[in-house]
């Protein structure tokens, strides 16, 4: 299973720090995604990083990915309240699969 | 306006029923998918359907008959329904799904409950 799992299971920071998730995959990938849920409602794609990029940038956000490693991380720079959600990562081979997520709770 | 839509939002039903959840996207896209999010927020692909043709069918019991009437709709049929059933079911469409992946839209779910 080319899985994502991902680390911590869950984070908790106050507002104005940094918070970051990683994720590990099991086989090669095409590219590989993160997604944020909110409580109760769907997910929302944040960000997607093709297997020969090493880094991107969105906002406050910053993704890398270390295909040597398969492994990739999430930084949510200067975090507010409203970033506390549930964030995955999503590895594209010939599907999108998920990840078991990580809860980040930001306190304001 | 609501770019990927499901109905219902919640389910509440009893073991055995037949029941059916709808979904709809409006971003003119190709690619539809049903997903199932478990208790433990765990989700996992179940079919994907792209211009109305079935191109992804995971392991899932065969209770579950996705239709597609066209290429902005797809829909989920549960036939006798067990309790392992509960779960929150997610639609979701992309552009695309050739060579590598699009972003994916996500609906706001359907919780299905199964007593």
């Known amino acids: 299973s080319q899985q994502g799992e991902e680390d911590p299971q869950a984070l908790s920071i106050q507002e104005g720090e940094n918070a970051t998730m990683n994720c590990s995959y099991k086989?090669?990938?095409?590219?590989l995604q993160w997604y944020r849920q909110n409580s109760g409602r769907g997910l929302v794609h944040l960000i997607l990083i093709r297997s020969n990029e090493r880094e991107k940038h969105s906002g406050r956000l910053r993704v890398t990915l270390d295909t040597s490693k398969k492994s990739s991380s999430l930084l949510i720079t200067a975090s507010r309240a409203a970033d506390t959600a549930s964030y995955f990562c999503?590895?594209?081979?010939?599907?999108?699969?998920f990840g078991a997520g990580t809860i980040l709770r930001v306190k304001s | 306006d609501t770019a990927v839509s499901q109905t219902p939002k919640y389910l509440v039903t009893q073991m055995g029923n037949d029941k059916s959840i709808k979904c709809e996207q409006n971003?003119?896209?190709?690619?539809m998918y049903w997903y199932k999010q478990d208790s433990k927020k765990f989700l996992k692909i179940m079919f994907s359907?792209?211009?109305?043709?079935?191109?992804i069918n995971e392991t899932v019991p065969n209770r579950f008959s996705p239709k597609s009437p066209d290429k902005a709709h797809l829909n989920l049929h549960i036939n006798s329904l067990e309790l392992g059933d509960s779960a929150v079911y997610f639609c979701?469409?992309?552009?695309?799904?050739?060579?590598?992946?699009?972003?994916?839209?996500f609906g706001p779910g359907t919780r299905l409950t199964v007593t």
């Open positions: 971003l003119g896209h190709d690619t």
């Open positions: 979701a469409s992309s552009q695309g799904h050739r060579d590598y992946s699009y972003e994916q839209y």
């Open positions: 086989t090669s990938i095409n590219n």
């Open positions: 359907y792209n211009n109305k043709e079935l191109i």
């Open positions: 999503a590895t594209w081979g010939n599907k999108l699969v």
